[in-house]
């Protein structure tokens, strides 16, 4: 398999040009029933199995679980910084050196579902809550030097949300044939 495809199961994410309410609100609704469908994927697997990787010198599914938790941690901060404060500049971090420390490679994934399912359901009542203006903040991510709009970044963790859940069902699938 290519492994292009490997990495983006769902496609490498693009900032969409036309927005309107009813794809918003769609991709808020992919937000808010992520947590469920990552738990109906990892709950009862064994130890062996949320070792299996997605593919080559990729993530494992345990590893994928406390990604998703992490980023979407720093999102919702970003969310309330750029909700509160004029363009501020948002503090990046290094996901794939977080992903190999020892909370993420050993710590039960449903400690990681626990904070996705509280924060999804807070997350979600701000979302539903922006105004157009609030849609239209920024923040600056100093990485790429550049302002993202909050309504691209709803987009953005939309496909997230989708690219790792692929990611961890392509695991699965292929039942560790990626580990050798």
Known sequence: MELELLKYPTGKFTI???YDTMIINGWIRNIAGFPDRL???VIGLSDKQLGWKYRPDGWNVRQVV???ADSHMNAFIRFKLAL???SPVIKP???NLVAELPDSLESQVEWSLDI???LHKRWIVLLKNMSEADLARTYIH???NKHFELRGVVALYSWHCSHHLAHVRQALEHQGAFNR
Do not use: W
């Open 16 to 18: 969409p040009q036309d």
């Open 39 to 41: 738990s109906a994927e």
């Open 66 to 68: 406390h990604h998703c």
């Open 84 to 86: 509160t404060e004029d």
């Open 93 to 95: 971090y290094f996901e």
């Open 116 to 118: 996705l399912s509280g």
């Open 142 to 144: 100093p990485e790429y």
